[in-house]
């Protein structure tokens, strides 16, 4: 099992330019999320998603839209990139949405918008 | 208020020490409890949920202290590979949502 995957690893944005973050899992979890990274901040949630064809926002969804039209793919999807969205993003997949279940993580996309 | 407060070090020590250290929650109802690792650059992983009793991992050891509402961690004969970033993960009671703590900060020397 490759686990979570997430592409591309780094990417260089000006601002008002619009990206897709790739997350993939293939673990069958029905919960994925996405959170960001900034320095001196715990993770903080973006969107989430309970299984496929429904996605729900996180405590920062503004700027961000994403959709679940499969158990393994879970896009990010960046509308109109703006310097404070200079971050890390992580994906991260679990079994179910209890929030008692470990949480498996990708490598993370190190994201600089100009 | 933050939710999940942590001292973020970093905790300087030798090999072989114990090291040891709390995170605070600010919600009373929250109902699971974890200890994430995270490498310089690298994602996190999970170390260890933690339960009511307390439990231990090896040289790992958590605490819950539902009434002063924090749990800590606390690392026995450190190796110089548990150099690390320590990320306490709370969730929000019945709700599916995490909270994650900014990490403590733990550097093993020789």
């Known amino acids: 099992n490759a686990g979570v995957t997430q592409t591309p690893k780094f990417q260089v944005l000006k601002t008002g330019q619009s990206m897709t973050l790739q997350c993939a899992q293939d673990?069958?979890?029905?919960?994925m999320s996405w959170y960001r990274q900034d320095p001196g901040m715990g993770l903080r949630l973006i969107h989430y998603?309970?299984?496929?064809?429904?996605?729900d926002q996180g405590e920062v969804p503004n700027g961000y839209n994403v959709s679940r039209s499969t158990t393994e793919d879970f896009p990010l999807r960046l509308l109109s990139a703006a310097p404070s969205q200079t971050s890390v993003y992580f994906c991260?997949?679990?079994?179910?949405?209890?929030?008692?279940?470990?949480?498996?993580f990708g490598p993370g996309t190190r994201l600089l918008v100009l | 208020r933050k939710e999940v407060e942590q001292d973020p070090g970093p905790f300087n020590v030798p090999e072989g020490a114990t090291v040891a250290f709390n995170c605070t929650y600010s919600?009373?109802?929250?109902?699971?409890f974890f200890w994430y690792r995270q490498d310089c650059r690298k994602e996190p992983k999970l170390l260890m949920s933690?339960?009511?009793s307390g439990n231990e991992d090896g040289r790992f050891t958590a605490q819950l202290n539902r009434a002063s509402q924090y749990i800590s961690l606390l690392i026995r004969d450190s190796k110089l590979s548990d150099s690390a970033t320590y990320l306490c993960?709370?969730?929000?009671?019945?709700?599916?949502?995490?909270?994650f703590g900014a990490g403590t900060t733990v550097t093993v020397r020789a």
């Open positions: 991260a997949s679990s079994s179910s949405g209890t929030g008692r279940e470990t949480q498996y």
């Open positions: 673990m069958n979890h029905e919960y």
């Open positions: 998603s309970v299984g496929a064809g429904i996605t």
């Open positions: 919600n009373s109802a929250s109902q699971s």
């Open positions: 933690v339960y009511s």
């Open positions: 993960v709370v969730n929000w009671g019945s709700d599916y949502k995490l909270s």
